[in-house]
C-alpha cells in the first residue's frame, strides 16, 4: 500500500465541532488511480489532507510508504512529505514570479535535494511545454498552468501524488488532456494517483471510487463507468449507497 489510514478521526473546533472523518480506514494500492467522491461536506478533503501529512488526526493512523507519519515532529514530516509526496491543486499554486522551469524545480529546492534537470525536462516534454521553460504562469493558459502543476509534482518522483479537484477550473477538453497525463503517470512510472473530485467522468477515469458521506466511507466501485458514479453519487447525497460494484471495463 503506498498509503494507509487505520480509524482515522477528525473533528473541527468551534460550536457542537464538526466531525469531519470518522473512524475513517481506507488504503490505497501502490501504482493505481483512486477517486475520492461525496457531497459537499462527506469529509474529502480532509481525508486528502490528512493522508498527504497536511493536516494531523485526532486519532488513528497514516502511513506513508508504510512509514506512520503521525509518529514524525513537524521538521520529519515535512521532509518526508517533500520526499514522498507530491500535489496537484484546482488553483495551480504556481509563482508567478518564477519561470516555469523554476517552479518545476522549486520543490526539489525547498526540499535540500539536487534537481534532476534531465528528468525535469522530460516531463516537461511530456506535458506538452519544452521550449517554453522560461515563460511565467501569466502567459499561459488554466490547462497549460495545471499542466506545469502535474510536471512540478511529477519532476521529485514521489510515491504518490494527491490532486484536489486537478480538472475543477477547466473545461471539458482540457480537463480530459489532464486526466490522460495522470493515468499515463500511473502506467508509464507506477506513480499513486488519490484525486478528490466532483465530476462522475472524472471519476471513471479512476481504478477505483472511494465515497464518503457524514465523515465516513459508505462504498466503493471498482472501473466503473461515468454514468455508475453519477448513480452512486445520488445514492449517496440521498443516504442510501448502493453495494459495491466490480470492475466494468
Not at 473512524?23 to 477517486?35: E, M
Not at 522549486?106 to 516531463?123: I, K, N, T, Y
Not at 510515491?159 to 477550473?169: L, N
Not at 472501473?223 to 453519477?230: F, H, I, R, Y
Request: one cysteine or more.
Amino acid at each position: 500500500m503506498a498509503v494507509e489510514l487505520f480509524d482515522v478521526t477528525k473533528t473541527y473546533s468551534g460550536g457542537a465541532g464538526v466531525r469531519a472523518l470518522d473512524g475513517v480506514s481506507v488504503g490505497f494500492a501502490a501504482g493505481t488511480f483512486n477517486a475520492v467522491m461525496g457531497p459537499s461536506g462527506s469529509g474529502k478533503s480532509t481525508l486528502l489532507q490528512c493522508a498527504a501529512g497536511l493536516d494531523r488526526p485526532d486519532s488513528g493512523k497514516v502511513l506513508l510508504a508504510g512509514q506512520e507519519i503521525g509518529q514524525l515532529r513537524e521538521p520529519q514530516l515535512t521532509q518526508a512529505r517533500r520526499r514522498l509526496v507530491g500535489f496537484v491543486f484546482q488553483s495551480y499554486n504556481l509563482l508567478d514570479s518564477l519561470s516555469l522551469w523554476h517552479n518545476v524545480l522549486l520543490p526539489q529546492r525547498l526540499a535540500g535535494v539536487r534537481p534532476d534537470r534531465a528528468w525535469a525536462r522530460e516531463v516537461m516534454r511530456r506535458v506538452g511545454l519544452a521550449g517554453r521553460e522560461q515563460d511565467r504562469p501569466a502567459q499561459l493558459s488554466g490547462g497549460q498552468r495545471q499542466r506545469v502543476a502535474l510536471a512540478r509534482a511529477l519532476a521529485a518522483r514521489p510515491e504518490v501524488i494527491f490532486a484536489d479537484e486537478p480538472t475543477g477550473a477547466l473545461d471539458l477538453a482540457t480537463g480530459r488532456e489532464v486526466l490522460d497525463l495522470l493515468r499515463e503517470a500511473v502506467a508509464d512510472l507506477g506513480t499513486t494517483i488519490v484525486m478528490v473530485t466532483h465530476g462522475p467522468a472524472a471519476a471513471a477515469r479512476a481504478d477505483r471510487v472511494v465515497f464518503l458521506a457524514d465523515g465516513r466511507i459508505t462504498t466503493e466501485l471498482a472501473a466503473p463507468s461515468a454514468e455508475q458514479v453519477a448513480a452512486q453519487m445520488t445514492a449517496v447525497t440521498n443516504g442510501r449507497a448502493v453495494a459495491s460494484v466490480g470492475s466494468n471495463r
